[in-house]
């Protein structure tokens, strides 16, 4: 079992800057992709970004490319998700996830643990 626990939302104006955390305790992989996602009142949910644990590379929706950034501290079991220039369109409850197998890194289906979530509101 995995435990994800994400911290950092709240609420800002547009334009604003917020980072999230994602810390991860419990049976840990050699080798995994950890994924943030979103989802806002009456959408789908959609990918936003991931980060391979071991070699750094990352990926991004292209709705916040420029705007975002996925790290990683391994010594902390930690990722993050730096969000600047933040628009209303970006109000969601973010979640982090963590998958240990292969497959497209943007499909939701793909990871097996899921943190509960934070609330990102962006008033403009």
């Known amino acids: 079992q995995v435990q994800l626990v994400e911290s950092g939302g709240g609420l800002v104006q547009a334009g604003a800057s917020l980072r999230l955390s994602c810390a991860a305790s419990?049976?840990?992989?050699?080798?995994?992709?950890m994924g943030w996602f979103r989802q806002a009142p009456g959408k789908e949910r959609e990918f936003v970004a991931a980060i391979t644990w071991s070699g750094g590379r990352t990926y991004y929706a292209d709705s916040v490319k420029g705007r975002f950034t996925i790290s990683r501290d391994n010594a902390k079991n930690t990722a993050y998700l730096q969000m600047n220039s933040l628009k209303s369109e970006d109000t969601a409850v973010y979640y982090c996830?963590?998958?240990?197998?292969?497959?497209?890194?943007?499909?939701?289906?793909?990871?097996?643990?899921w943190g509960q979530g934070t609330q990102v509101t962006v008033s403009s």
């Open positions: 419990g049976r840990t992989f050699s080798s995994y992709v």
């Open positions: 996830a963590v998958r240990s197998g292969g497959g497209a890194y943007y499909l939701g289906t793909q990871y097996n643990y």
